[in-house]
């Protein structure tokens, strides 16, 4: 298919030939027309260059994202391993059910990253240690913070490229867990009694 590109120029060389055929020779209507085809087939991999570098981003990003579900799903289960006290029992088994949450997401992502063709990390986020009951939760709740940061700014991200056949499924599984992150957020706040704090 002519792109609109080509038709102006042939439409121009068609107007300058009927105007002064004398002084436009046959080559000069060939080296014209390849330039005005040769500027098309260059913008239109410019196009393509700028989708795959975006699409390599957003791999990044879902891989990052990855990597923070990896360390969140250890950090619960390391956490729960470590609470202790009268009052233990209901936080550690929230804990591990938060914990079944974040290897849900885990799959999520590695399916998303899958499908758009990039390899799924098998790294790791930085993970924190904590002693006691209230360290635990609000370490958890400072990541939690992070996790809905990173997912929001994925979101924003997405908005902004339009992968054809592929931006509503995105939006739709990250704004998914992004969710689950604000609850988690919410039954953090519940267990501290700092409920709405975050608001
Ligand atoms: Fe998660
Ligand atoms: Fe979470």
Do not use: W
Not at 42 to 53: D, E, G, I, W
Not at 124 to 133: F, G, L, N, R, S
Not at 158 to 186: A, C, G, N, P, V
């Amino acid at each position: 298919m002519i792109s609109k590109l080509c038709k102006t120029k042939l439409y121009i060389l068609r107007a300058q030939i009927n105007t002064s055929s004398l002084e436009i020779t046959k080559e000069i209507v060939d080296s014209r027309l390849r330039n005005a085809i040769e500027l098309y087939i260059r913008s239109f991999h410019n196009k393509q260059t700028v989708f795959k570098m975006s699409k390599e981003e957003i791999l990044k990003l879902l891989n990052q994202a990855l990597e923070l579900e990896h360390g969140a799903y250890v950090q619960y289960l390391s956490h729960a391993e470590v609470v202790d006290g009268i009052n233990a029992e209901p936080i550690i088994e929230r804990l591990k059910e938060i914990a079944n949450d974040e290897k849900a997401h885990q799959e999520k992502f590695r399916t998303l990253i899958g499908l758009l063709g990039g390899v799924p990390s098998m790294g790791i986020a930085e993970t924190h240690p904590a002693k006691d009951i209230k360290g635990i939760l609000e370490q958890n709740l400072k990541d939690e913070k992070m996790a809905v940061d990173t997912y929001r700014a994925i979101l924003e991200k997405l908005k902004k490229e339009k992968i054809k056949y592929y931006d509503f499924l995105l939006e739709h599984d990250i704004r998914h867990i992004l969710m689950e992150e604000q609850e988690h957020i919410t039954e953090l706040e519940l267990l501290l009694g700092t409920q709405g704090s975050s608001y």
